[in-house]
């Protein structure tokens, strides 16, 4: 197929490059490259330096002999989604292009409205340029977990049937996100959905899970060919930041009670799932949603894990807990479906399986990169007050204090 990876230069999306480059795909990678730019402006920066993603298509192309053609595009300028959709004519899209993060979408009004904006706007032109120039392409949009929230019901796969005053109907799975990201992801599963519907449109949807890992078959291939992995609060995720606490000798902080639970998966099986989604693509005018996880973990079993593994390593690994400074449920039923992938063919790998050779002992040779400073909390999702004194903007001198406030209520997990 020709399949067009939209945000190539992220955590996935270059994995996801050199994986369908890999089985024979021509592949494009599109990127402007933001994400670059908000690292610098947090002063937050992968454990890693990585590669341009020109010269990293480069180097692949070297060692592999088969070619990424990359193109810098924003998608939220129609005119050039246009342009790329007329010449190169995909076949398939996977859209990772968009604001990740749901802390960066609470730092400020700025940045919620950046990120509702960037989110929304690009996927609309995206739908738009289907219409017109390439109605049979099939879309795989990356949605997240995040847009269920948790129900104190069982959360089904995007849609669910419903019975009210005598009848019953099928409709879209109700939504409770819990920030201004998740909401923007919400917004473009509605847009998909209608696009759809009123043009006919086909699209698959993954609800994905939070992604661990670094390494993948491709990024072994040559050094230079690895992806972003961060661990800061920003974009970082909860088990990269443990992983890389228990590396550098800092307490496992866990949010709140620490029973918040999540699906989770490994991002080889990332690769896989996107794999199983375009080979097996939806009919004209079809709208489907696959809850994309291999496994629930509560954040504290997700700590405790951590901590038994990094004291196989000779790791002291201790567990505090932390004011929650996100506003959710730390207590909630959790039961979510995913069959649907599993039906196609997907075997997952499995966190304890993995989390030494994978994780830990990559952070351990990296360990001297490691930039403590960033790891704590500083944006709170219920207070902010505003600031000019520093790039962060608005939330930056309430988050220290957050971070400062964290330090001092931190208990071990044991005794609190």
Known sequence: MRILILGGDGYLGWPTAMYLSRRGHTVAALDNFSKRRWEKELRVAPLEPVLPLHERAQLWTKVTGREIRTLQVDLCDYPAVEEVMREFSPEAIVHYGEQPSAPFSMI??????????????????????????????????????????????????GFIEIEHNGRKDVVPYPKQPGSFYHLSKVHDSHNILFACRAWKLRSTDLNQGIVYGIETDETAHAEGLGTSFHYDEIFGTALNRFCVQAVAGIPLTVYGKGKQKRGFLNIRDTLRCIELALLHPPEAGEYRVFNQFTEIFSILELAELVKRQGEKLGFTVEIQRLQNPRVEAEEHYYNARHQKLVDLGLRPNLLSDVLIDSMLVRIRERAGRIRTESILPRVCWDHVRPSSENPQGDGARDGRRVATRAKADAVPAGRA
């Open 108 to 157: 400020d009004q700025r940045r919620t409205v950046l990120t509702q904006n960037n989110n929304i706007t690009g996927t609309l032109n995206i739908l738009w340029a289907l219409r017109k120039h390439a109605p049979e392409c099939h879309l795989v949009k990356l949605g997240t977990m995040g847009e269920y929230g948790t129900p104190n019901i069982d959360i089904e796969e």
